[in-house]
């Protein structure tokens, strides 16, 4: 393989600064470089200028199995970018009389999975869209379905939320949403290459998901729509869709105002509105979206009213490492929402150090792990070594399904944090995620120890002693 080339500092700078033009084709060298340096599979961008698509492009691959490549016509997971289609069509029908952002869901439609609680009962489509629903971002698996908070208080994300006020839409326009989002979004804004289920048709354009060492998963193919992560589309598209929204096309100029006006905070800096969240960046107020599917990352922008905004989509688990260069190389700006979500970045050193430690887990050839751990903390700044270092790349194995190695880096982290709850807790659920129950309950009694505190630590020895108790009967 040859050696990749980089391009010269210079010209990143330029891009990254966002003080002078640059022209397409360095732009793409630019993209292009980023791609290969943060291991990235695939990307698919797309740059809209005066409400109209100015620069589209694709990086990288659609699959590193079969090594074709991302073109202006690769279909992605949108993740939760699918949530900012189900709000528009909501608000649609809040325009149109059949909807109110302040009345009960319950009132339009019954919904079992929250049957049992009365509080759920107060939920409306304003706390949905600007996530104060007091609903979980998921339930456990093979859980039920709990409020985590009270509704309308705080700002909590939640993909249950949109799931519920998905079948209220449903039930208020007696057909299922895939059809509806065709009808009031694709088919008008001319996205032919978006469903919110699975389409045949797409085979020949999709990319497939990569977990963080490039393998490729295989693929999700949904037959139903779920409001909240279901969408597939191609980053033109997406594009499309977003200068409508900033054009206020389809609304009134009163819900088009709405929505991009605070509904609730969300932190300092960041707020939500209507399905859409609220920064602002040194160009202006920006509306935001992210999506983070297995296998896919996404994010979009864009200024509402002024006719200006940027997508791009990730066939990779990698997709948000290189998120703080790619907003700055496409709208020329930092953007808030970049620390608020907090990714972790490939240029910071502590990632740089877990992913060495990764790539000596796949040597068997190699020196082994711990050398290779010992010899990166003579060749890297002390700042780089703590405990997140490990444990972020533990998580990032179990993620991607690999137990075994996730294992082997939070023992590492153990032995350097030996007084530290927080690596036996992480060793715990990685031995309890393994089906070793023992040695999990074992480590999360030495968190528990170590931090008397540690509720999860708690919860989880309580489950694991009462499964173990079930298992010797």
């Known amino acids: 393989m040859s050696p990749r080339r980089f391009l010269p500092a210079f010209l990143i700078a330029i891009l990254l600064l966002g003080g002078t033009r640059t022209s397409a084709q360095e732009r793409d060298a630019v993209l292009r470089d980023l791609v290969a340096e943060a291991d990235i599979a695939g990307l698919g961008v797309a740059v809209i200028e005066n409400g109209k698509l100015a620069y589209v492009q694709g990086f990288g691959l659609r699959s590193t199995a079969t090594n074709p490549p991302v073109d202006t016509s690769t279909v992605f997971e949108a993740a939760s970018l699918t949530k900012p289609i189900m709000a528009y069509i909501a608000l649609q029908l809040v325009d149109e009389g059949l909807l109110n952002l ?145 054009a206020g096309e389809g609304l009134s100029a009163e819900m088009a105002q709405e929505m991009a006006s605070p509904q609730a905070d969300a932190d300092e800096g960041i707020e939500w509105g209507l399905g859409w969240g609220i920064e602002q960046t040194s160009r202006g107020k920006a509306i935001w979206h992210w999506g983070d599917n297995r296998g896919y990352k996404a994010f979009v922008a864009g200024y509402p009213g002024a006719g200006r905004g940027f997508v791009y989509f990730a066939n990779s688990d990698n997709g948000m490492l290189a998120l703080h260069r790619l907003v700055r190389i496409l709208d020329g700006t930092d953007h808030p ?137």
């Open 102 to 246: 302040d009345r009960p869901l319950s009132e339009y439609t019954t919904y079992p999975d929250l049957g049992h609680s009365d509080r759920a009962a107060a939920i409306t489509a304003r706390m949905v869209l600007s996530h104060t629903s007091g609903l979980p971002n998921w339930r456990p698996s093979g859980g039920r379905l709990d409020l985590a908070r009270a509704p309308g208080q705080t700002f909590g994300y939640s993909g249950e939320g949109f799931v519920y006020l998905q079948r209220a839409v449903e039930t208020i326009l007696a057909r299922p949403l895939h059809a509806a989002a065709q009808d009031r979004v694709f088919d008008p804004m001319g996205m032919a290459q978006s469903s919110l289920i699975w389409e045949p048709r797409f085979g020949e354009f999709v990319a497939v998901g990569h977990g963080p060492t490039g393998h490729p998963f295989d693929k999700f193919t949904p037959s139903e729509a779920n409001a909240a992560y279901s969408l597939h589309t191609t980053a033109a598209d997406y594009a499309r869709f977003l200068a409508h929204v900033l």
């Open 337 to 473: 929402a970049v620390p608020w979500l907090n990714y972790q970045r490939f240029d910071d050193p502590a990632f740089r150090v877990g992913r060495r430690v990764q790539l000596a887990l796949a040597d068997s050839t190699g020196p082994g792990v711990r050398q290779v751990y010992r010899e990166l903390k003579q060749e890297f700044d002390r700042d780089a070594f703590t405990e997140d270092t490990l444990n972020d790349l533990g998580y990032r194995l179990l993620r991607a399904g690999d137990a075994d190695a996730a294992i082997a880096v939070f023992e590492l982290n153990v032995s350097e944090y030996p007084d530290a709850s927080n690596p036996y807790d992480s060793l715990g659920e990685a031995y309890m995620l393994a089906g070793q129950l023992e040695k999990a309950l074992l480590n999360y009694r030495v968190s528990v120890e170590l931090d008397p505190g540690n509720t999860n630590g708690l919860a989880m020895i309580s489950r694991l002693e009462t499964q173990l108790r079930m298992d010797s009967n």
